[in-house]
């Protein structure tokens, strides 16, 4: 749909309801036959019909630079300057011409806020480098992929189980080789001894309970002690018995 000089303000205030925010009509830019746009903060919108109304002229003008605070860290000092760098400098016009003959016959007003939306409002904040260059495409596009990227990757305790390795499992075996250490220890079921040492001790136990009470030497208490001692040799063996010889009566002299 074509534009007529008479229509070029209609539009205007169209995009300035549309836009919402602190854009308004510009009531101090000259008459010029263009149409402009004033924000709160400076920046300024315009647009003129071209080529018999068949094509609109759209530029864009840039604002002063926000003022940093006082006191700011140096980490907002470093934002600050990043910033100042990468937007429309103040007075600076960044333009963009489009065709308002469309196989749906759109409205012009339609047509002019999806340019400005597309290519000349984030220009504000992230100005080209030159014909054709939107560099918040390019931000949009490297964030999407750091998340894509960050989203694919598998997490961190996934990657440790993977390279962690099972540890072997010890069985003891019965078979050959050593035996398994007694686990008790001293003061244990077994006292820390070894199979046979046991074997051993019961063949002992068994031999001893075989043996007759009465072939056993019975201990003597002492009563001075109360310790038991073994008897002494002299008083277990048998003592020669002495003789004595017999008297022989005298002999009689009468």
Known sequence: MLITDAAVRETAVTLT???GGDWALDLEAPADGAAHLIHGDGRAISFRPI?????????????????????????????????????????????????????????????????????????????????????????????????????????????????????????PSTEGGSQPEDIAGEGGPNGGATPAEETESIEARRAAEAT??????????????GQASEPPAAETSRRPRKRTPKRRPKASTT
């Open 17 to 19: 309801q549309r836009l």
């Open 212 to 225: 007759p009470e009465a072939t056993a030497e019975p201990a003597t208490v002492e009563e001075t002690s």
């Open 51 to 171: 080529f018999g109304g068949a094509t609109v002229q759209l530029w864009i003008t840039g604002n002063a630079e926000p003022t940093l605070p006082i006191g700011a860290t140096p980490a907002e000092q470093a934002a600050h300057e990043a910033h100042t760098a990468a937007r429309l400098p103040e007075g600076h016009r960044y333009n963009k011409a489009t065709t308002l003959v469309t196989e749906e016959d759109e409205d012009p007003a339609v047509i002019i806020l999806r340019t400005l939306e597309d290519h000349l409002l984030p220009a504000f904040e992230y100005k080209p480098r030159y014909v054709g260059h939107r560099p918040w495409i390019d931000l949009f596009d490297n964030a999407l992929a750091a998340v894509t990227a960050e989203r694919d990757a598998p997490p961190a305790s996934a990657d440790l189980a993977d390279e962690a390795e099972p540890e072997p499992e010890v069985t």
